[in-house]
């Protein structure tokens, strides 16, 4: 019996992505697993009637096996942990690795070195630079690398 999944994408993402896409379902097809291409903008999860629900273009659908999530949703992959569903990553990888300062966090907290950090807030950063040395300004969570450097 084959697996059934959803590898959810954003669709300018899917754009961006559809060689990597159609080789990554070619993929999982050689390992007999159906991959169904999931616009995010088109599935809708949440609760009714106090359970879980998902529709996809406004029409209820299957529940796969599992979900291949590439949009930067940590609470979309909990809910779909929530159905039953086995996602990659899960959210709490997911939580953790797409909010930089938790990231640095974790892997501090293995031993590994890692660069100095200062964590604050916006509005702490003061007209000058705090430090001699460059060092990268960029905001914690789910930005998809946008970040500005000091000195310019």
């Known amino acids: 019996m084959k697996t059934t999944g959803w590898l959810i994408y954003r669709k300018d993402d899917a754009v961006k992505n559809e060689s990597f896409i159609r080789w990554f379902m070619e993929e999982a097809n050689n390992q007999n697993i159906t991959l169904l291409l999931i616009l995010r903008e088109n599935l809708e999860v949440g609760i009714h009637h106090n359970r879980f629900t998902a529709s996809y273009q406004q029409k209820t659908i299957q529940i796969p096996t599992l979900a ?3 949009t930067i949703e940590p609470q979309l992959n909990f809910i779909l942990e929530q159905m039953g ?43 000058t630079p705090p430090h001699s040395f460059s060092f990268s300004c960029q905001r914690s969570c789910w930005q998809r690398g946008q970040a500005g450097t000091f000195p310019p």
Do not use: A, W
């Open 68 to 70: 291949i999530v590439r």
């Open 85 to 127: 569903i086995q996602v990659y990553n899960s959210s709490e990888i997911s939580r953790i690795c797409n909010h930089k300062g938790l990231t640095h966090l974790y892997v501090q907290m293995l031993g590994i070195p890692m660069v100095d950090t200062i964590f604050t807030k916006t509005d702490c950063l003061t007209e």
